[in-house]
């Protein structure tokens, strides 16, 4: 690509948009390509984005010792060496596939070199001109926050341990489009069932991550009122975002009602027979030891008998037994509590 081709390229008022501009694409299906290293991805990733990096994160490492130590020049041709023949062609694949699926819009860290360089490389391969979010991740990261704390309309569900509020809330949630209200799953977003039982095998997000994806559903629900699930701050280890949070608590409540056996069997299946055979004694005593000063040694010691012997048995009615007693002695005291 010549000087004066890259000029006019990069003048296209196409070739650069701003972060509400992309939400909006979002909206109507676009999709997100996050250019920026792995480690930068995994810590604080942007719903509805795939992660093909320019620079990988030992590359990205390399380039910042040397724009340390001999200036961002050295630095940007070191990176020129590293992403060239194979590798080069590689990462342009990659993209070229999301480019032909979804209209797809670039961003890396700050919107500068990496999302430049990706979309020049895109452009020189396919003549697929992808735009790229100014300011890029910092921007996107400053609106999530900006959304984080607007006033919502919300209508929270509540009700005991196990008489399934997630269970309503994706019974709502079916098609968000045809409803006057939107449905947002703190614990999809948490990778975590909120109890100290709730571990799941997926592991959980990092904290920016969690907040991302809760503003971008805060984003899509518009002026629509938010049917949200009553949850402790601490979703296992992700904390609920304050403003949203003082917003749950004196939101008006909406419980939902079950009986005492269908609340076992519910707990049964997602917190016991959800679990691989072989980590069931395991997780469930260490889910039990976290609440142990809130249960009581005797009590604490009683329930993990009862799941040693319910696991050595492969009793479900074992299991049922120390449901019963986890939630007459624990659970069901502390909702009481909260209300």
């Known amino acids: 690509m010549s000087a004066s081709s890259k000029t006019n390229f990069f003048a296209s008022t ?48 390399q380039v ?13 041709n070191l990176g020129y060496e590293l992403v060239s023949g194979s590798s080069k062609l590689e990462r342009i694949e990659k993209w070229r596939d999301l480019a032909g699926k979804n209209e797809t819009i670039i961003f890396c860290a700050r919107g500068g070199l990496r999302s430049k360089i990706s979309q020049e490389w895109i452009y020189e391969s396919t003549k697929i001109l992808l735009p790229r979010i100014e300011g890029g991740y910092k921007a ?25 509020k997630t269970e309503y809330l994706n019974s709502k949630a ?115 030891l976290r609440i142990q000063k809130k249960l009581g040694g005797l009590r604490t010691r009683e329930i993990l008998s009862d799941i040693l012997d319910a696991s050595q048995n492969n009793s479900l009615d074992g299991h049922r037994a120390w449901i019963r007693k986890i939630l007459v002695w624990y659970y069901d005291p502390m909702y009481l509590r909260s209300t």
Do not use: W
């Open 64 to 76: 910042g010792i040397t724009y340390k130590v001999k200036g961002p020049k050295a630095a940007i």
């Open 140 to 164: 996107l990261r400053q609106r999530f926050l900006e959304e984080l704390e607007h006033k919502r309309k919300l209508l929270v569900v509540s009700g005991p341990t196990g008489v399934g």
């Open 14 to 61: 196409e070739a650069i948009i701003s972060v509400n501009e992309a939400l909006r694409r979002l909206q109507q299906g676009a999709r997100l390509l996050d250019v920026r290293s792995e480690i930068e991805f995994e810590t604080s990733v942007v719903p509805f984005s795939t992660n093909v990096p320019l620079l990988r994160t030992d590359e990205r490492h």
């Open 174 to 288: 079916f098609d968000q489009s045809s409803n006057n209200f939107f449905v947002i799953d703190l614990e999809k977003h948490a990778r975590h069932r909120g109890s100290s039982f709730g571990k799941m095998a997926e592991k959980q997000p990092f904290q920016a991550s969690f907040e991302n994806s809760i503003a971008i559903d805060l984003f899509l629900a518009g002026p629509r009122e938010i049917l949200i699930e009553d949850e402790s701050v601490n979703i296992g280890s992700c904390r609920i975002p304050t403003n949203l949070f003082s917003q749950m608590q004196i939101a008006p409540k909406f419980k939902i009602e079950s009986s005492f056996e269908d609340r076992v069997e519910r707990i049964l299946r997602d917190y016991v027979l959800s679990l691989p055979e072989a980590q069931v004694l395991d997780e469930l005593s260490a889910s039990v």
